[in-house]
């Protein structure tokens, strides 16, 4: 009879009888890589556990932060390389796209893993595991508009992100040759309010400016625009907040065109339901999120209109022996109407619950209730402005702006990386990106 090695063990010589829990964490995105990184420092550095982390690329950008990379104003450095991380902490990283699941063998399966030239470098696979934690985050929704997948970039993953950088800049460079014969603006549109087409507009405006200093000064004739089906910008914040970015985007000469309804994209245009036609060379869809399809077809998991895991108070599905964290996960919240909502402070509370719970099931102990903490909401509007709004027992909810909020928004990043380096690694990488942005350009030109 095989058996678990309880955490209490950890002393005692272990016999060939007794085997190692395995963890297989699908996804490393901020809760899978934050998950992992906790549980090889807790479990994987004592011999306890193993824990695989499987994902589809070989880098971690906090998806936060993937409008910067969009823009090219993001610092390269702060990618974190998966093998390197699981070295570091007692892990083990395996690439590859999840494509299936079987409950009674206990099994996942992922696909075949091929280079850009079309060449198959790694097989199919199937790991096998006792505990499995989903973490593969979330996609835009398109909700099924005609001509949004073939006209649009989205912004879901790094690789989606510098495609849209790389064609920006083709964009750019195009759009000033042009203007050396012709007066032509170059016309991005963004469809979505939410905080990631919000903040990309701000980092966009941005990027021009900077362009233009470079002495690219043909660059400034470029018009942004923001088309959002509620009547207001950040829909799910608070009005006051809303209005302030709305506000500050209107000083920047961003266009917003609120309460419209896009109904179809072409390669030229942007279809409303009032019937209005919005030209746009470049076209980006932010709108609304859900998990990915194949979420649907996993062995019969509940999962809900938008594919998310059905989640109970512990986090876990419907099978006893699998979790599902972050955007993948519809999660209940006590008192409000709705899920926990899917941010960035929430997928690191559900990595840290998570983390205890499954330390309490290898000796045998009860689930940790996930508590969810709202903390407030914070929108960076690139060097321009941050604004937001602070949420606590005493002082309730309060809004912050300017200098303060920037603070804020930026100590959100930084809890995210101590969770996956500690205190003195973070320190010094914060360190050296100083010194690279003073020593490299402020955006990627290439």
């Known amino acids: 009879m095989i058996k678990f090695l309880p955490i209490k063990e950890q002393g005692a010589l272990v016999s060939n009888s007794i085997r190692k829990h395995k963890i297989v964490i699908v996804g490393g995105g901020a809760a899978g890589l934050e998950l992992a990184t906790s549980l090889g420092r807790k479990l994987g550095k004592k011999g306890l556990a193993e824990i695989i982390l499987l994902d589809a690329t070989t880098t971690h950008i906090w998806k936060p932060l993937l409008h910067e990379v969009a823009a090219g104003t993001l610092d390269e450095a702060e990618q974190v390389d998966y093998l390197a991380q699981a070295y570091r902490n007692h892990f083990r990283f395996r690439l590859g796209k999840m494509e299936g699941l079987n409950r009674q063998k206990k099994e996942i399966y992922a696909s075949p893993t091929f280079n850009e030239s079309g060449e198959q470098i790694i097989p199919r696979r199937t790991f096998s595991y006792d505990t499995l934690v989903m973490a593969i985050g979330s996609v835009s929704n398109t909700f099924g508009i005609k001509g949004v997948e073939e006209n649009c970039f989205f912004l879901d993953t790094t690789s989606q992100a510098f495609r849209f950088q790389k064609h920006m800049v083709e964009s750019y460079i195009k759009s000033i040759a042009a203007n050396e014969t012709e007066l032509k603006s170059l016309s991005?549109?963004?469809?979505?309010?939410?905080?990631?087409?919000?903040?990309?507009?701000?980092?966009?405006?941005?990027?021009?400016?900077?362009?233009?200093?470079?002495?690219?000064?043909?660059?400034?004739?470029?018009?942004?625009?923001?088309?959002?089906?509620?009547?207001?910008?950040?829909?799910?914040?608070?009005?006051?907040?809303?209005?302030?970015?709305?506000?500050?985007?209107?000083?920047?000469?961003i266009d917003l065109k609120l309460g419209c309804r896009v109904?179809?994209?072409?390669?030229?245009?942007?279809?409303?339901?009032?019937?209005?036609?919005?030209?746009?060379?470049?076209?980006?869809?932010?709108?609304?999120?859900?998990?990915?399809?194949?979420?649907?077809?996993?062995?019969?998991?509940?999962t809900n209109q938008i594919n998310q895991l059905i989640v109970d108070e512990t986090l876990k599905t419907s099978d006893d022996d699998i979790f599902a964290i972050g955007d993948c996960a519809a999660c209940p919240w006590p008192g409000h109407k709705g899920n926990v909502p899917p941010r960035a402070q929430a997928a690191?509370?559900?990595?840290?619950?998570?983390?205890?719970?499954?330390?309490?099931?290898?000796?045998?102990?009860?689930?940790?209730?996930?508590?969810?903490?709202?903390?407030?909401?914070?929108?960076?509007?690139?060097?321009?402005?941050?604004?937001?709004?602070?949420?606590g027992n005493l002082m309730g909810?309060?809004?912050?702006?300017?200098?303060?909020?920037?603070?804020?928004?930026?100590?959100?990043?930084?809890?995210?990386?101590?969770?996956?380096?500690?205190?003195?690694?973070?320190?010094?990488?914060?360190?050296?990106?100083?010194?690279?942005?003073?020593?490299?350009?402020?955006?990627?030109?290439?």
Not at 361 to 368: C, E
Request: hydrophobic letters at 45%; a positive charge; glycine letters at 8%.
């Open 188 to 253: 991005i549109a963004i469809v979505g309010g939410g905080a990631t087409g919000v903040e990309l507009s701000a980092e966009l405006h941005e990027v021009t400016d900077m362009l233009a200093v470079y002495g690219l000064e043909q660059s400034s004739n470029v018009k942004l625009t923001i088309i959002e089906a509620s009547p207001q910008l950040l829909p799910a914040l608070p009005a006051k907040l809303a209005l302030a970015t709305q506000n500050q985007l209107a000083k920047l000469e």
């Open 348 to 391: 690191h509370q559900q990595a840290a619950t998570l983390c205890k719970t499954i330390l309490n099931r290898l000796n045998g102990q009860a689930p940790v209730k996930y508590d969810y903490k709202d903390y407030g909401s914070l929108v960076a509007l690139g060097k321009y402005s941050t604004v937001g709004n602070l949420m």
């Open 397 to 446: 909810s309060v809004t912050i702006g300017g200098f303060i909020a920037r603070v804020v928004y930026l100590s959100l990043y930084k809890m995210h990386q101590v969770a996956i380096h500690g205190y003195y690694r973070t320190a010094l990488l914060t360190l050296s990106n100083l010194f690279r942005r003073s020593a490299h350009a402020k955006i990627k030109m290439h």
């Open 263 to 302: 109904v179809e994209i072409t390669k030229e245009v942007i279809k409303t339901l009032d019937g209005e036609m919005i030209p746009a060379e470049i076209k980006v869809w932010a709108a609304g999120i859900k998990a990915a399809d194949w979420v649907n077809r996993l062995d019969g998991l509940e």
